[in-house]
């Protein structure tokens, strides 16, 4: 299918209008966090991983795949991102992938990086929601983009598509996004310290005829 860009969902959206939240869900989503942690000088969120599902935290598998070690790959079906590693394991996170009608497959390759990036909404999403910034200053707290961002390209060219953190990590696990792929921000710091520029990236509609034998969780070992 052709690359065009789409457009980046601004996680934190529904939490600018803080007045017109009910207690209850502000509570709720409250929930998913634990204090704060510093990275790079920048004070941010810890998410709550006792309020997440084990399935969703970042491990280690049984991964057999004839890809380079090294290479990302998407199960956007599953909601799993795999880093390949030697002796048939990998690394394997939980992720959000795009909603009906923003799913995206095919291969890409890590062209760049940033570190507390600043977020700029396309000028499509200005158009559809006004509302919204010239653009979000890295580390702010209502920045989407989170703690990382990976820049997916395809010939060089920018796809539009990112690896990135998230406001939200309850829709880890979820079809949530414009296509991009969301992560914890825990989990986005740690792809981006193993992801070096030029990293092969392959997204998957699914690997269902390969989650018996090849990636089949096999005494599972969290990473730290």
């Not at 989990?187 to 070096?196: E, F, M, T, W």
Request: include cysteine.
């Amino acid at each position: 299918m052709p690359w065009t860009r789409r457009n980046i969902v601004l996680g934190g959206l529904a939490l600018l209008g803080a007045g017109a939240i009910r207690k209850p869900a502000f509570a709720a989503a409250s929930s998913y966090f634990d204090g704060t942690a510093v990275d790079n000088g920048v004070t941010f969120r810890r998410t709550n991983f006792a309020k997440i599902d084990r399935k969703w935290h970042r491990q280690v598998v049984k991964y057999f795949s004839s890809e380079p070690i090294g290479t990302v790959v998407v199960d956007t079906r599953h909601h799993f991102l795999y880093v390949i590693m030697e002796n048939k394991t990998a690394i394997r996170y939980g992720v959000g992938v795009g909603r009906e009608g923003f799913k995206w497959f095919g291969r890409a390759t890590i062209d760049a990086k940033s570190l507390w990036p600043r977020w700029t909404p396309p000028p499509e999403m200005r158009k559809r929601h006004p509302e919204l910034p010239e653009f979000v200053a890295g580390g702010s707290p209502k920045n989407p983009l989170g703690p990382r961002a990976m820049y997916l390209h395809r010939d060089a060219v920018d796809t539009g598509y990112r690896f990135h953190g998230t406001l939200e990590p309850w829709s880890i696990g979820k079809d949530a996004s414009s296509g991009c792929i969301r992560m914890f921000n825990e989990d986005a710091i740690d792809l981006y310290q193993r992801c070096p520029i030029g990293t092969a990236v392959q997204v998957l509609p699914h690997i269902a005829d390969q989650a018996e034998s090849a990636t089949q969780v096999s005494q599972t070992t969290p990473v730290e």
